[in-house]
């Protein structure tokens, strides 16, 4: 029992250190900088984990009001469509009419918000990446953000620039 045990913690161990590479996140860094998966799944872990973004990350709370706002609109679109129906069919295929529209309206607000949400990480991203650089460039905007994320996250470091080396980055030798 007890090395069955210890054999099953260290696959377990061992998956969810690769796990945490394969994310959302590494897409945006694979866009900003051309990195290979892997290595962009370590190098923007490696830079959360130094700023102390954790919280954030797992907050994300913008992805949470976005599938609301694709349910609200599929719910839209589903009474739209059921309207529609009972104008055009006299109560005949109602549910079908309601089911078929809220379908359409998931899918397609689903799409715009998958946009806006690959936005709003991406923002989060360059900005955890080079905050200097964005108080330079936009000081007001900045101004705004780090107010923000100061009343959210009263912990959260948005300091100058981290700089890592490829070699520092934990699993990379």
């Not at 104008?87 to 607000?109: N, Y």
């Amino acid at each position: 029992g007890g090395i069955l045990q210890c054999v099953c913690h260290c696959l377990l161990l061992y998956l969810e250190r690769i796990a945490q590479y394969f994310n959302k996140w590494a897409f945006v860094y694979v866009g900003l900088y051309g990195y290979d998966y892997i290595t962009a799944g370590k190098r923007v872990m490696s830079l959360f984990r130094a700023r102390g973004w954790n919280t954030v990350i797992a907050d994300n709370l913008v992805n949470r009001l976005l599938g609301i706002i694709c349910l609200a609109i599929g719910m839209l679109t589903g009474v739209v469509s059921l309207v529609a129906a009972l104008v055009c069919m006299q109560a005949q295929g109602l549910a079908i009419a309601f089911f078929l529209g809220f379908a359409i309206g998931i899918v397609l607000s689903g799409i715009v918000m998958g946009l806006v949400s690959s936005a709003v990480d991406s923002v989060i991203v360059c900005f955890c990446e080079e905050p200097a650089e964005f108080r330079e460039n936009h000081p007001s905007l900045a101004s705004e953000m780090e107010t923000a994320w100061a009343a959210a996250w009263p912990d959260l470091d948005v300091g100058g620039p981290i700089i890592m080396s490829l070699g520092s980055l934990p699993g990379i030798v």
